[in-house]
């Protein structure tokens, strides 16, 4: 009897092990801390419960039977496949190893993303203001955060978190910005039509990241607007450039004589006195160099650059645009012309048909040049609604046909043009200037004696330097030639390489010309669309739209097979009536042998 009761004991002890497991696991939980306590009530239990079962297996010889065996083979077979799958998808998750099979290598970055990423200095987020999550785009995301964990990409619904969408500024679906530390950048915009890319990405990414800024000097010394806060300042102006990590300083040309080499953007304000010749010369050297000139130009002023503009194409027309269409909705009478209609171009892509108005803005006549691509930016209403008024004392504005020119008027202008800079060398070598014939220079070889590949435009320009002119007559073999034979007259060192490296590094110029600065001030600068004008601008000109990286876009292979009607109607009778009726006859012959 003592034997038996002993056992029912140790039997009852050993429930206590469930139960400090519940104990435990309850503790646990509702207190949502995992204590000593929880611990070691969980402890407790699994020892007790561990030792009941060994003892009850002892008592009933549970090891030996056939069954136990085979069940606890089973058991041990299911843990050891479970901690395989386990561990795979453990080494899955810490390495990662993808195999892109498709031949463009479709869905694998860019060695130049791959290694950009691979070294952020410091953490970087996509933040992509959308509702839809487009799996392209996800994919690609998920490509550029496995290669670092400084990467990161957040969706947000601009709807649900409008706190953070004006944080960014973000005026439509779709928008996708990067954030590194305090700075913020718009990648692009994406749609149904267009997809995040890759090339725009790592672009953004290394502007974003580069501990460098572009340098724009506002010229100052003729009237200019005023840099800090003032009447008629541009100051909100300069604190959007500063916001857009753009560096500024003023600059007078009268006391350096030449633009800074650092000078990304050189901007001219409103000037209302005329620029000294030796300043005039300066912005050509500088334009001619590769630089980038912003001039905002009012009516009447004459800031004594038409021999700049003129080699660009470009005319200040001394008329007053007048549009009578938006008097009663901007308020400012019909001297404020109000802009609806813009280019196709960088820095206006995305405005669609918003608003935009210059109070006493001056019309621009564009003109075909040899080697300068100009794009309208600004275009006034067609005619009644706008026109140019050739009489600015008048109180009544009316269209004289006589004097007024119809509208639509172009206010605003962006042009490019491409160059081969000249190597540093004295005018009298001959083989400097001999690029002529070459398919890089963008003059046309025209015969005037003047053709310095620093102006690539017929006019000869009072800066060219036209002491190259006797070289013409050479024969266009000399530039494939790297070094003709030349007498001692070549002291510069530069003058051998010259035909090689001259006509080989071409770089290119941007101007934009507007004609007003008044919707750059303080005040209106923040109204509609006048402050993005100036931005933009300025930014296209920092050149900060060209890719650093030279990424190739990846594109799969068409395979498709173009048919002409002939190969098309043999396939399709070759399909549905040959091989049919062979197949029938080898049906008939096969039949025929065994019956």
Excluded: C
């Excluded at 290598?105 to 952020?120: D, N």
Aim: glycine share 6%; charged share 20%.
């Amino acid at each position: 009897m003592k034997i038996v009761a002993k056992k029912k004991l140790w039997k009852y002890l050993f429930w206590l092990g469930p139960f400090l497991i519940t104990v435990g696991l309850t503790a646990g939980l509702i207190s949502e801390q995992w204590g000593l306590i929880p611990l070691v009530f969980l402890i407790a239990g699994i020892v007790i419960s561990g030792l009941g079962i060994i003892w009850q297996s002892y008592q009933s010889n549970w090891w030996n039977r056939r069954s136990t065996q085979a069940g606890t083979n089973a058991l041990v077979a299911t843990l050891a496949i479970l901690a395989i799958l386990g561990l795979i998808n453990f080494l899955g998750t810490r390495y990662h190893l993808r195999a892109d099979l498709t031949e463009a290598q479709l869905f694998t970055l860019a060695p130049q993303s791959r290694e950009l990423v691979r070294v952020l200095p410091q953490p970087v987020k996509v933040w992509v203001f959308d509702i839809n999550q487009n799996s392209q785009d996800r994919e690609l995301l998920e490509n550029y955060q496995r290669q670092s964990s400084k990467f990161k990409y957040e969706y947000i619904d601009p709807q649900a978190r409008p706190g953070l969408a004006e944080k960014f500024g973000v005026k439509d679906y779709g928008e996708v910005y990067l954030e590194s530390g305090d700075k913020r950048q718009l990648v692009q915009t994406i749609n149904e039509n267009e997809r995040l890319s890759e090339i725009r990405l790592t672009s953004r990414l290394q502007q974003l990241t580069n501990s460098t800024t572009a340098k724009v000097y506002l010229l100052q010394g003729h009237g200019e607007r005023q840099l800090s806060p003032g009447k008629d300042a541009i100051s909100q102006a300069v604190q959007g450039l500063g916001d857009k990590n753009f560096t500024t300083s003023p600059l007078n040309l009268g006391e350096t004589s030449k633009v800074p080499q650092d000078a990304a953007v050189v901007i001219v304000a409103g000037p209302k006195r005329g620029l000294f010749e030796g300043e005039v010369k300066a912005l050509q050297d500088y334009l001619n160099r590769g630089g980038n000139l912003l001039l905002m130009i009012d009516p009447n002023t004459d800031p004594k650059l038409n021999s700049l503009l003129q080699e660009w194409g470009v005319r200040l027309d001394n008329r007053l645009a007048v549009d009578v269409s938006g008097e009663s909705v901007v308020g400012l009478g019909p001297a404020a012309p109000l802009v609806t209609e813009y280019g196709q171009h960088p820095i206006t892509k995305d405005f669609g048909n918003g608003n935009s108005f210059y109070p006493i803005a001056r019309p621009l006549e564009i003109s075909s040049v040899p080697g300068v691509q100009a794009t309208p930016l600004l275009r006034t209403k067609p005619y009644p609604s706008s026109w140019a008024e050739s009489d600015l004392q008048s109180e009544k504005l009316e269209f004289n046909a006589d004097k007024d020119l119809k509208g639509p008027l172009t206010l605003g202008v962006a042009l490019t043009r491409k160059q081969t800079p000249k190597s540093t060398s004295t005018p009298q070598v001959s083989p400097t200037p001999s690029p002529l014939p070459s398919p890089t220079t963008q003059n046309k070889t025209s015969p005037t004696p003047s053709p310095s590949p620093k102006t690539p435009q017929a006019l000869p320009s009072p800066t060219t330097q036209s002491k190259a002119s006797p070289t013409p007559p050479t024969s266009p073999a000399s530039p494939a030639s790297p070094a003709p034979p030349t007498p001692p007259a070549s002291p510069a060192p530069p003058s051998p390489p010259s035909p090689a490296a001259s006509s080989q590094t071409a770089t290119e110029s941007r101007l934009v010309v507007l004609g007003n600065s008044d919707f750059a001030t303080d005040g209106l600068f923040q109204q509609q669309l006048n402050g993005d004008v100036f931005l933009n601008s300025v930014t296209w000109l920092s050149q900060q739209d060209q890719q650093p990286l030279s990424i190739r876009p990846k594109e799969p292979k068409n395979r498709r097979i173009t048919l002409t009607t002939t190969q098309a109607n043999l396939l399709i009778l070759s399909s549905l009536l040959v091989l049919p009726l062979i197949g029938f006859a080898i049906a008939v012959i096969i039949w025929w042998k065994r019956r």
